[in-house]
C-alpha cells in the first residue's frame, strides 16, 4: 500500500483516542464563534504524533488537535506552542488554518487540545508528487520553496514570537535535546549508528553566527496542503517541532527529501529528476538562497546529518510510544521499521562532512 493510501483520509475513532463528545460540543459552544452542532467526529489516518480529528457540523467541519492520552516524555506534544505560532503567523497573512480555540483544561476530553478551520485542499505524500503531471511539478516545488523562504523572512520579535525559544546555539541545544530522548527512552532501544552521531554531531558543529528565526522543524510535502487546482500552499500544517532556531537547519531538514529514499520516508534520490519535472537539489538551493539573499550554504552535509540524526531520533520516540501503547498512528510499526536505515543514511552524511 502506497503511504498516500495509509495516511490520507479518516477513519473510525481509534479505541485509546476516544473521549467524551459530549463535553467537546459543550466546549465549543462555549469557545468557538458561530458554532452550532451537533458534531460528527472521525480521525484523521496519518500523524504520528498528536492524534488529530475532522469535526464536521451540518454547517461546517473544524479540525482538532490534542495531546495523545498515556505516558508522555516530558515537553512532548504541546499543542499550545502550536496554537500559539499558528495564530501569530495568521496574522501575518502566512497560509495557516485559522485558530479557533484553544483548551488548556484536561478535564473537558482528558487531555488539552486546539481547534482550527477545515482547509479543503490537497496533500501530497510522495515528495515526487506522482498525482501532479510532469510539466507542472517545477511550479509545485517552487511554492514550497517560496514558502519556507518567507517564513525565515519574519522577525520573531515583531510579530509577537520573540520568546517562542531559545535565540542562538541552535545546533548545540538541539544535539543536546534529541541525544538526551534517545538516550533516555529506554524502552526503544539503542541503534548503532546512533550512538555514533550523539558523539560526533556536538564535536563538529560548523563555526560561524548562529541565526534566529521562526523554524517549522518538520517542513516536508505532507505537511501542507495546496490549492485544490493551483500550485499554491495554502496552509502549512503541524507545526510541533516548531521554535526559533537556525533557518538553514530548517531549510536542510526540507531539503532531505533529495537525499532520501522513498522506502523510509517521503524522497526523491535514485529518481531521473530531470524526466520528472523535479528541479535538481542544487538549484532548488540556488533559489532558496536567492530568495533569502545568500550566497550559498556551507556545511549543508553537516545540516543534513543533524536532521536525519533528529529524524531518525524522532521515530525512535516513536518506537518508544509503540512500546508504551501510545503511537498514535496504526503505521508507527512501518514507520518505526526505517530507523536503522535511517541513521545510517544519517551517518552516511556525517562522512561526507568529514567524519
Not at 237 to 265: C, K, N, Q, V
Not at 305 to 324: D, P, Q, S, V, Y
Amino acid at each position: 500500500m502506497s503511504r498516500s493510501a495509509e495516511n490520507s483520509g479518516t477513519i473510525e475513532v481509534r479505541k485509546a483516542h476516544r473521549f467524551d463528545t459530549a463535553r467537546l460540543e459543550e466546549w465549543m459552544r462555549n469557545e468557538v464563534a458561530d458554532f452550532e452542532g451537533p458534531l460528527s467526529i472521525v480521525q484523521f489516518k496519518g500523524g504520528q504524533s498528536n492524534p488529530t480529528y475532522r469535526l464536521d457540523t451540518p454547517h461546517r467541519s473544524y479540525v482538532m488537535r490534542r495531546k495523545p492520552p498515556g505516558k508522555l516524555l516530558p515537553g512532548a506534544h504541546a499543542v499550545d506552542r502550536e496554537y500559539r505560532v499558528i495564530s501569530a503567523l495568521h496574522a501575518q497573512n502566512f497560509p495557516v488554518a485559522r485558530p479557533l480555540g484553544l483548551c488548556t483544561d484536561s478535564d473537558v476530553i482528558g487531555t488539552e487540545f486546539y481547534v482550527m478551520d477545515m482547509v479543503e485542499g490537497r496533500i501530497f505524500w510522495e515528495a515526487s508528487l506522482p498525482e501532479v503531471p510532469a510539466g507542472a511539478r517545477w511550479s509545485y516545488f517552487d511554492a514550497m520553496n517560496a514558502t519556507i523562504a518567507s517564513l525565515h523572512a519574519f522577525d520573531p520579535f515583531a510579530i509577537g514570537l520573540g520568546e517562542y525559544g531559545k535565540p542562538g546555539n541552535y545546533f548545540e541545544r538541539q544535539i543536546g535535546r534529541w541525544s538526551k530522548q534517545y538516550l533516555n527512552d529506554a524502552e526503544a532501544g539503542r541503534v548503532a549508528a546512533m550512538d555514533r552521531l550523539v558523539e560526533w554531531l556536538p564535536a563538529n558543529i560548523p563555526p560561524g553566527e548562529d541565526e534566529a528565526r521562526i523554524i517549522h522543524g518538520d517542513y516536508r510535502c505532507d505537511n501542507m496542503i495546496f490549492h485544490p487546482t493551483e500550485p499554491r500552499i495554502i496552509a502549512v500544517l503541524d507545526w510541533e517541532l516548531s521554535t526559533l532556531g537556525h533557518p538553514l537547519a530548517d531549510f536542510a531538514y526540507h531539503l532531505m527529501m533529495y537525499r532520501m529514499p522513498t522506502g523510509i520516508t517521503a524522497g526523491l534520490a535514485g529518481l531521473d529528476l530531470a524526466a520528472q519535472g523535479i528541479p535538481s537539489e542544487r538549484d532548488y538551493v540556488a533559489a532558496y538562497c536567492a530568495r533569502t539573499g545568500r550566497a550559498g550554504i556551507p556545511h549543508l552535509d553537516f545540516y543534513i546529518a543533524f536532521n536525519m540524526f533528529r529524524l531518525a531520533a524522532i521515530i525512535h520516540g516513536i518506537k518508544g510510544r509503540l512500546a508504551r501503547g501510545t503511537a498514535s498512528s496504526a503505521h508507527a510499526e512501518k514507520t518505526v521499521a526505517g530507523l536503522e536505515g535511517l541513521a545510517d543514511l544519517a551517518w552516511a552524511q556525517a562522512v561526507k562532512a568529514g567524519a
